[in-house]
């Protein structure tokens, strides 16, 4: 699982083009989204594009839902193991 | 954190905007460009040839007024801001646009122009820049004494007098308001463009 979140930590940097953060600068446990990492809506779109393109995840709609997944890398990391197609 | 969603254009139309704003207060802008960020389109186009899912910051990022929208939201600033495109006098509409804006009572008006060559496939477009560029003003309606005016005539066509410098004509604007010259004159088909310095 660790080997996830950092390959994960390392999709958010590329993806959203985070310049000047190591995957080591992020708190797998800290928040992605407005505290934390400091990201919007737009990088959740993107980041959800990357994971379905990288793990072939599908996010349903349902924000409440998404809401926890996107909740940190650890949360995400525990997502995509749970529904990876690749 | 805003500077990852630019790509070159946005970067460099952003740094001539910062720096010519310096610590002046909040004033109008007009964002001027030809051709924009024309890149993010054709990928985005690409992307929908292929039938693969479009990447929806370079969506966010591909309407014309998205760079100066992102110097308004990085800085928290609420003022008029406007994003023209008018072929070969996009330099000039932006003018028209600020002037407009300082009869209505702006104290000052900035206007930033940006623009970079075109990727393929629209390298055959007419005039595209000959290399990526940047720059802005700040203007303020004249005291009567001196300044700059821009008018508009009736082109008779462009005189045949070959350029005698090596300087692209996305430049000739730029170069006009910095050399101090008394004149440029710009004709764009039936129009003719005069730019006058009053000292």
Known sequence: MQALEQEIKKLVIETLNLEDIQPDDIDPAAPLFVEGLGLDSIDALELGLALQKTYGVVLASDSKENRRHFASVRALAGFVSAHRKS | MMRRRVDRLGRIALQAAYRCQGSAPPCPVVFASRYG???????????????????????????????????????????????????????????????????????????????????????????????????????????????????CHASTGAPDTPAEDALPEEFAVLRFLVSGAERFEHHVGPRLWRWQHHA
């Open chain 2, 37 to 151: 960020d024309v890149g993010r389109s054709v990928d985005l186009l690409d992307q929908l040839a292929r039938s693969t899912p479009l990447s929806p910051t370079s969506f966010s990022m591909s309407v014309h007024n998205a760079i100066g929208a992102l110097y308004s939201i990085a800085r928290g600033d609420t003022s008029a801001y406007s994003a023209v495109a008018a072929g070969a006098e996009t330099v000039e509409a932006a003018f028209v646009e600020a002037c407009g804006l300082l009869s209505e009572g702006a104290p000052e008006v900035m206007v930033v122009v940006y623009d970079e060559p075109l990727p393929p496939p629209f390298q055959h477009f007419p005039a595209p820049a000959t290399v990526p560029h940047a720059w802005a003003c700040r203007l303020r309606a004249s005291d009567g004494a001196s300044g700059y005016s821009l008018t």
